[in-house]
């Protein structure tokens, strides 16, 4: 399976040499030249098997430069008990009335990102390998809170790899922060951004275009990546729970095989439902992606006017991971609406650079919205969310599946569609236990956080996830602070530090 960019067929390189690189040389980003399609029968072949077979087979059709064998040893190196909580990585369970939630946050880090970024590091070691590289790479991303910890923790140690993660100084949560500041290993760092998360995005995209940089960092014999889902070895792993899941739902009886199901997703940069609407385009037998976003709509508006406009103002949330105004990875979606025209695709950037939004129209606005349904659930919406799924359902979530729950009983009230669902649960609750609790309890807690992750755990009658009960302990490593146009020299000095 050959790779090209979304603004350019001038080129095309491997599944290795795309994840390695990140991000396409002008600027676009990396999609498979074709959808792997999987049939009934490939369907039914992965039913009886565990996770990481199941996660092996699937990328084995995208990352076809790996043998099947290494992409098992990675998978399993990924997903087993010591790295996630919970022996079926990523289980399914009902919520009542058709809907399911696919727990995505038993990994190290108690967010989604781990199950595409305890393997990335791994994938990226073998292409390193394979290519016979003689440089290192340096990753660099920018994080609107829980991509950055899942990277640290993903990289930490692994060798001829440097990481450096860029957060919006007050745009995570404490733990969030927590847990950055306080990673260990010889080759991390984390630095805050005075600005929001669009701020260190942006920084991030302006190094990786800055060619003395470049020059810089080739020098000191390393080589820029990026760790954030615009790298397709972020989105490939992403594209498995879903297809997982399906099969799961299958084998408890709650769905029969070929029955269509929705998919509830809380989106920020379009990463995680974009890997689901490729699940669809392989053949898996989903209906409506449901985007669902919190105060800063951007995306509910696009896909209900056509419309992409960023100029508005950030909102901070209690779902600070969805605190985006710039959703990255829409672009590889906007390349299948123009029917992978490329020209097309880079219009729609150059406007939205230019004036700060661009606008889909005619088929491309149809097909959009055949695929996708889009709401928003504000504050009040997802604090009552988590009150009332914990009186009736039993169930505590964290303030970003929150979202996505309030916006699919939008979408039935809507449209009445009550096929069975699936909502993705992106966070664990104790990643955010102030804000959970006192949605619970409705009323503002005053309490550090770390004070109420044993309250949480009374509350919700589920442990504490380990690596979140040792944060109080652990001693602060990453102090450096920097305004947006400081982030290159971060880089340097963090370059020469050996
Ligand atoms: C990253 C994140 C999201 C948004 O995911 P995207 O792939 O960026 O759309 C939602 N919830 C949580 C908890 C996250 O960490």
Known sequence: MQYRSTRSSSQTVGAQEAILQGISPEGGLYVPEALPALSAEDLNALTGLNYPERAAQILSLFLSDYTLAELKECTTQAYNGHTFAVKHIAPVMPLGGGLHILELFHGPTAAFKDMALQLLPRLMAKALRAKGASHKVLILTATSGDTGKAALEGFKDVPDTKILVFYPQDGVSVMQRLQMVTQEGDNVSAAA?????????????????????????????????????????????????????????????????????????????????????????????????????????????????????????????????????????????????????????????????????????????????????????????????????????CYTLDPHTAVGLCVYEQYQKETGDHRPALLAATASPFKFPKDVLSALQGRELEAEETELLSALSKASGLPVPGPLGGLKEKPVRHRSVCTKEEMGQVVLSFLQEG
Request: glycine residues 8%; proline residues 3%.
């Open 193 to 393: 951004v005075m600005g929001n998360f669009d701020d260190a995005q942006t920084g991030v995209k302006a190094i990786f275009g800055d060619p003395a940089l470049q020059a810089t960092l080739n020098r000191q014999g390393y080589r820029f990546s990026s760790a954030n889902s615009i790298n397709w070895g972020r989105l490939a792993p992403q594209i498995v729970y879903y297809i997982s899941a399906y099969l799961d739902l299958v084998s408890q009886g709650s769905i029969a095989f070929g029955d269509e199901i929705n998919v509830v997703v809380p989106t920020g940069n379009f990463g995680n439902i974009l890997a689901a609407y490729y699940a669809k385009g392989m053949g898996l037998p989903l209906h409506k992606l449901i985007c669902a976003s919190n105060d800063n709509h951007v995306l509910t508006d696009f896909i209900r006017t056509g419309v992409y406009d960023r100029r508005r103002f950030f909102i901070p949330t209690i779902s600070p991971s969805m605190d985006i105004l710039i959703s990255s990875n829409l672009e590889r979606l906007l390349f299948e609406l123009a029917d992978r025209e490329d020209v097309q695709v880079c219009g729609w950037m150059q406007d939205l650079a230019d004036t700060g939004r661009y606008a889909v129209s005619g088929d491309a606005l149809k097909t959009l919205r055949t695929h996708f349904w889009g709401g928003y659930a504000t504050e009040g919406m997802t604090r009552e969310a988590i009150r009332t799924a914990y009186q009736d359902r």
